[in-house]
């Protein structure tokens, strides 16, 4: 193949996928709306812990989290992409304040340690933040 029609094919390749991309977006929304989180599973968050330290109990503590904090996300959605994002983040960053004090509770890297430390307080600030705006905003 020549490096003009390699150069052709890659641009052929490329249009292809763009095309079949932009295609997808024609689907009518509710094709996927029949679950809040359609295809969701497929990124094995509701799986359980595999691996060689699966069941150690931070890993069991992690995994807990991970699916409260998915529960917690699947919200009823409003239509207001302000306060659906607004409740959805509140879930997230609890998720993630939950896995630091997983950290905190089980890690030993001074470093890590303090890491999630910072997190606990940046998400605990950021949901305060969060939850006062829903009050003024009808969330």
Known sequence: MTHQTRSTHSVRSFLA?????????????????????????A???DMAATGPGADAP????????????HRDMAIDFTGNADVDFV????????????????EL???????IRKLAE????????????????LAKNGG
Not at 87 to 102: C, F, L, N, S
């Open 17 to 41: 996928a763009c095309l079949l991309g932009g295609s997808l977006t024609l689907l009518p929304m509710s094709a996927f709306a029949e679950d809040s989180h359609a295809g969701h599973g």
């Open 43 to 45: 990124m094995q968050h």
């Open 58 to 69: 931070s890993s069991k503590a992690f995994q807990e989290g991970n699916q409260r904090m």
């Open 87 to 102: 409740r959805g983040m509140i879930a997230h960053h609890q998720g993630a304040i939950d896995m630091a004090k997983v």
């Open 105 to 111: 509770e089980y890690g030993t890297d001074p470093d």
């Open 118 to 133: 910072d997190i606990i307080a940046a998400q605990e600030a950021e949901i305060r933040q969060m939850r006062d705006w």
